[in-house]
């Protein structure tokens, strides 16, 4: 299991390499000049040979990288170009309320879709199956900010039950907190319950055609002991990656509800930096997604592994 | 005395978008207590549809349309149960068992095995969970697992096959049923291990007086094991006897030609296979008249008029359902019998080796850790030499991971041996790059064990057997070429106009014609045939083998024929070579080596294979080899077979016995017959 | 000899018509598949004939009309310019379909490229490719395809390129298992036997036998593409106005859902049922590529 973990976290640091150094050619990437284009044109000869020097323009790509990723791995992203803060400052603010989110809808969204597309697997064919696999299907085609703006539509303006935008958090005010919360948690997990759903019923007939299954009914077990205990654990082999995925995407999935729900998480704060082409902010959140998403995957391999006794390590 | 099991006219249907599809047709049988009954039949004959309907086991789109079937202390028929109702239930797998074909996949992968056969006791009996478990382990001993207590909590996946067929024994055998069906139990299982484990079912069966009902399309499994058989074709039973009025005095055309299409280890050299013409009906087209009409050689017109006979008494305790009297049967087997005769092909051996393999090794690395450090080899494949003559078929036979395939590929040079010599006609190939063997890859061509995966399913069939015209360029024209592909076509005993079609379109048999046309359209010297006819239906075998036979003698290929069916290679090799973990044991003429087989291994092999003749069957030792071929990687020291040998000496366990010749021709590798 | 005399002679042309005839058959068999199809070529028709059918210029302000609600001049309404949101929807759809496609087409060509040779090699090649492809992957594609955006700007052009290089790593991976395990088939072994080499090994044996799920992939990949535009124009880092995008009419209006909720809901509809029927095809073509998942979905 140690030697296992190993070899796959040496493999995540390299694909980390690769991603930090596409990151880092993010600034010798934009056109024209970076410092033009990241604080537009009108700056002082002063401020540009600032910024200049502190991209360390002036050096080589290579020693540039380098002392880049030095200062990276300690956290420091250089100065945020359009709200002149230290970016780490800037993000560590914002990271919480993003994982906050993505956390809850996370935990929600997993055994709420394990649970519907174990129901629609098992009652095959009937009604509630066609209601289900609709409901599933359509819900997955449905992009997150058109979810968010109907929402928004329905329960703020025309029935005036939830507030259309905020965050409080639960210990400062809990009845605002949930009630600022509960659409655009709702939102963030419309999607994976049905994609959840969707992967669970599939699999789950797939198992169910098995070998084993049959061995199972020739030994007289009832349908229920049948479904719990021999289909379930194998068809949940295949979800575990689909949860991997979301998991990994965690970070990175939320724009669309903070800036439908005007919350300022990270990836709202990651839209903004893209349109005011703040380089060194950018390069902030996308490394941080990217690690987030890697660890992520280290996880899923080590569930994966704990639960299939097929793979041996 | 009531039957112990009693089937009345079952029908199973299976619902398709053309409408219902019946898989088996007004089945009735019976069995009784302690009694071991065997159901043959091909694929597709309905067996295995049978034994699921009994228990209900049927799922959709099949259902039970009708029948009956009693169960001694259960009142009324069985199918009035609902699947699922308790009293269904606690009849599968507590009164009635089963053991599936792929023990590989018949085990759940996630949870242990003894966890899987505690469950079945718990479901069955009153033992509390630490008895079940005790009792889970006795089980486990009683199907021969060494060290059971310590592999109860090991999942299926560290057991081999035939280990894993014996938990599923130990599975179905747990709740102490009454009734065992073993459906194909042994099919995936290598001869030596097949009888172990019949044998075990039986003498467990004998002790307990289970009854035992043996479903398999080998004859002569049910030979050696039942004593009372049911034939099936196309969802019927066909005819029923004691085993022995089956095999010695058949009374329905189907069975009589089934036994004259299978070759035995006691045929003599030039008997004459008699395939069984045509592809049995598929069940969607199955007419009302018999459905062995087409292929019948005793066929008369009535056949036809008339609706499927029932099944008729013959003789005491004999049915068959045949129009023809027995009277009738027999002129027109003397009729037949009369015809001129097929002739065994002549073949042309000359005293030329196309071949001659010497020393040859193949290793392949272990490799671990994230640098791929080389920390050891398999060693698949040790010293073989041997010779394969112009025009000759050499028979390569031994269990699975004896590295047969690995012998072949490397003499195909799909693997490049890491020492030795292949001289194909004097000139080495073994350490060729791929460049220089251009010209000799056209010479030694290949037939593949399964049909199906070894035909691009995206090509015609046309271009899959003009592929190699076009690469070696033989043809200058598109015309010349088409014409020698209709000419292979031919060859094969295939419809040129078939070239449009693509693979999925041809019945096994046809694609395995296509696999020929295809090793024969480079003009090759040396064919190896991987287990040439293993995957296909008894009464296609036998096409296949004759057509082979017809090719060997009318272009002067030589084959090398590696195969585990021992009576197919004695029947189409004219010396044979025995393998035993990388190692060549034995090397013999055929006649020679199964009359008077030397080394201890060929003797134990020739006697696990089950005969179609229960005579001969009674003769024999009920296990001739114990215990299961070790790991490659764990090869015994010395003489690898000295750990299953009867006659293990002190030196066996140290020297690794040479190859050495005995008698003319007659090699073989074993210290009790060293000359010193 | 089997059956021989029972198949009558075929040309060649009859024999794949055959086939392609049975394959749209059992694939429209299913009415929920005909349906979509239907569906699909509406809003396809709708795209490329908008200059033809829309009512009104898509981009002409009539500041007077602005914001009205859904009447028979304007059956989805106007939006904050007096732009009638029908037209406007008519021309969007020309975007989202020809970013969705194109982005699609060409990843699926370098990404197919790419995951045969890295799992036809294999080796050293495998490796560099498998950590790129990676690489890619770390980043959620949204995510991806915005830094892009950052760095390239939005565009119709533009933004078909980042797609697609947002979507070339699914291509790689899928693909490459797809030549492994066709590699292990027996045909493989059998061409090489014969003597094929590399190149036509991979064109005539292997790339044939691994398309079918690509394709599949394919349908359901535009569908995703789609998605991943419009949420980048709803976010304003896509298409510029005063161009028409779905995306960015759907986030145009969100300021005036009590004036006109038409002008947010009607795009988001349009770019859902676009979605729902490029998935349910994709999922009718899979079931009938691939028997054995029928009905699973």
Known sequence: MGRFILKRLGQTLIVLFIVSIFVFLMVSFLPGDPVYAMLGGEISQETYDKWYYDLGLDKPIVVRYFSWLGKALVGDFGTSASQHKAVIDVVAQRVPITLYFSILAFIISVPLGILLGVLAAVHRGTKLDGILTTFANVCSCLPQFFISVLFLYLFSMILHLLPSYGFTWPWEDFGKSVSQTIMPITCLAIGGVASICRQTRSSMLEVINQDYIRTAKSKGLSQHKIIMKHALKNALIPVITLMGLRLGGMMGGSMFVETVFNISGMDSLLVSAIRAQDIPLIQACVLLIAVVGSVANIITDIVYAAVDPRIRI | ?676 | ?297
Not at chain 2, 10 to 17: G, P, S
Not at chain 2, 419 to 424: E, K, L, P, S, T
Not at chain 3, 234 to 252: C, H, K, Q, R, Y
């Open chain 3, 1 to 297: 000899m089997e059956n021989v005399q029972e198949i009558k002679t075929e040309t060649i042309e009859s024999e794949s018509r055959k086939r392609t005839k049975k394959f749209i058959k059992s694939l429209f068999k299913r009415k929920i598949v005909l349906v979509s199809a239907i569906g699909l070529l509406l809003i396809i028709f709708s795209a490329v004939f908008a200059p033809l059918i829309s009512p009104y210029d898509p981009n002409a302000q009539v500041l007077s009309e602005a914001l009205q609600g859904p009447s028979a001049s304007h059956i989805f309404g106007t939006d904050n310019y007096g732009r009638d949101i029908l037209s406007r929807i008519f021309y969007g759809g020309r975007v989202s379909l020809i970013v969705g496609v194109a982005a699609v087409l060409g990843a699926c060509v370098i990404g197919t490229f790419f995951g045969m040779v890295s799992g036809f090699f294999g080796g050293w090649i495998d490796d560099v490719i498998n950590r790129i492809s990676e690489a890619i992957r770390a980043i959620p594609q949204i995510v991806l395809a915005m830094s892009l955006c950052a760095i390239f700007g939005g565009g119709v052009v533009n933004l078909a390129i980042i797609l697609g290089i947002s979507n070339i790593a699914v291509y790689i991976r899928m693909m490459r298992g797809q030549v492994l395990s066709v590699k292990e088939q027996d045909y493989i072994m059998a061409a090489k036997l014969q003597g094929n080499k590399s190149f036509r090994m991979m064109m005539k044996h292997i790339l044939p036998n691994c398309v079918s799920p690509i394709i599949v992939q394919m349908t359901l990949q535009i569908g995703q593409t789609i998605l991943a535009e419009a949420g980048l124009s709803f976010l304003g880092l896509g298409i510029s106005a005063p161009t028409a995008s779905w995306g960015s009419i759907v986030s145009d209006g969100r300021q005036y859902l009590l004036q006109n909720p038409w002008f947010s809901i009607a795009p988001g509809i349009c770019i859902a049922l676009l979605v729902i029927f490029l998935n349910t095809i994709g999922d009718g073509v899979r079931d009938v590529l691939d028997p054995r998942m029928r009905g699973r979905r």
């Open chain 2, 1 to 676: 005395m009531n039957h112990l099991l009693e089937v009345k006219d079952l029908v199973t249907c299976f619902h398709t978008d053309d409408g219902d599809v019946t898989a088996v047709d007004r089945v009735s049988l019976h069995i009784d207590r302690g009694e071991i009954i065997g159901l043959v039949g091909e694929s597709g004959s309905g067996k295995s549809v049978t034994m699921m309907s009994i228990q209900q086991l049927i799922s959709p789109p099949g259902y039970v349309k009708s029948g009956e079937v009693y169960l001694d202390g259960v009142e009324g028929n069985l199918l009035t149960y609902k699947a699922d109702s308790e009293k269904m239930r606690s009849i599968r797998g507590g009164r009635i068992s089963m053991i599936f074909q792929e023990p590989m996949t018949s085990l759940n992968p996630v949870l242990t095995i003894g966890y899987q056969i505690q469950e079945n006791i718990l479901q069955h009996t009153d033992l509390d969970p630490e008895a079940a478990k005790k009792k889970a382990i006795e089980m486990l001993k009683m199907v021969k697992i060494p060290d059971a207590e310590q592999r109860y909590n090991d999942y299926p996946q560290q057991f081999s096959g035939g280990m894993r067929q014996r938990i599923m024994i130990a599975i179905a055998l747990s709740a102490n049923p009454d009734l065992l069906i073993a459906d194909e139990a042994t099919t995936a299982l290598d001869v030596t291990t097949q009888a172990q484990i019949l044998e075990m079912i039986r003498s467990i069966a004998k002790k307990t007086n289970t009854a035992v009902i043996i479903v398999t399309h080998n004859l002569g499994i049910v030979a050696r094991f039942a004593e009372r058989i049911y034939v099936m074709y196309s969802g019927r039973v066909m005819e029923t006897s004691k085993t022995w009025n089956i095999f010695k005095k058949s009374g329905h055309p189907y069975t009589k030609a089934l036994l004259r299409a299978i070759p035995r280890l006691d045929d003599p050299k030039d008997r004459v296979l008699i395939p069984i013409d045509g592809l049995p009906p598929s069940p969607a087209d199955r007419p009302t008249y018999c459905p062995f009409y087409k292929r019948c050689e005793y066929r008369k017109d009535s056949c036809k008029e008339n609706a499927m006979p029932d099944l008729q008494e013959i003789g005491p305790d004999h049915y068959s359902a045949c129009l023809l009297s027995q009277n009738e049967m027999q002129a027109k087997e003397i009729e037949l019998r009369n015809r001129p005769q097929k002739a065994a092909p002549v073949k042309n051996i000359r005293d030329e080796n196309v071949l001659e393999v010497e020393g040859v090794k193949k290793y392949f690395p272990i490799l671990k850790g994230i640098m791929r450090r080389h920390v050891g080899d398999v060693k698949a494949i040790e010293d073989i030499s041997y010779t394969l003559k112009k025009g000759e078929t050499l028979g390569i036979v031994g269990e699975s991971g004896c590295g047969k395939t690995t012998m072949a590929r490397c003499v195909m040079r799909v693997y490049k041996p890491e020492a030795g010599i292949i001289r194909f006609n004097g000139i080495d190939i073994a350490g060729m790059k791929d460049k220089e063997l251009a010209p000799y890859r056209s010479k030694i061509a290949m037939i593949f064990q399964d049909p199906f995966s070894s035909l691009d399913p995206r090509q015609t069939a046309g271009s899959i057997v003009e592929e190699s015209l076009i690469i070696n360029h033989s043809c200058k024209t598109e015309k010349e070429r088409q014409e020698k592909v209709d000419r292979l076509f031919r060859l094969v005993g295939l419809d040129p106009s078939l070239k449009n079609r693509v693979p999925h379109e041809f019945s096994g048999g046809q694609r395995q014609r296509l696999g020929i046309a295809r090793a024969l359209s480079s003009d090759p010297e040396i064919i190896v045939c991987d287990e040439p006819i293993s995957a296909l239906d008894v009464s296609i075998q036998a096409q296949i083998i004759n057509l082979l036979e017809e090719i060997q003698a009318k272009l002067g290929v030589s084959y090398i024929f590696i195969a585990h069916d021992l009576a197919v290679v004695k029947h189409i090799s004219d010396r044979v070579l025995v393998m035993y973990l990388g190692h060549i044991v034995e090397i013999a003429d055929c006649d020679e080596l199964y009359k008077h087989p030397f080394h201890p291994y060929t003797e134990a092999l020739l006697q696990a294979v089950p005969e179609a003749d229960p005579d001969v069957e009674k003769t024999k030792p009920a296990v001739a080899l114990e215990g299961e071929v070790p790991s490659i990687i764990n090869r015994p020291a010395g003489c690898p077979f000295h750990n299953r040998c009867k006659h293990c000496m002190e030196r066996c366990t140290k020297e690794v016995p040479q190859l050495t010749e005995f008698d003319s021709g007659h090699q073989v590798a074993c210290f009790l017959f060293d000359k010193e």
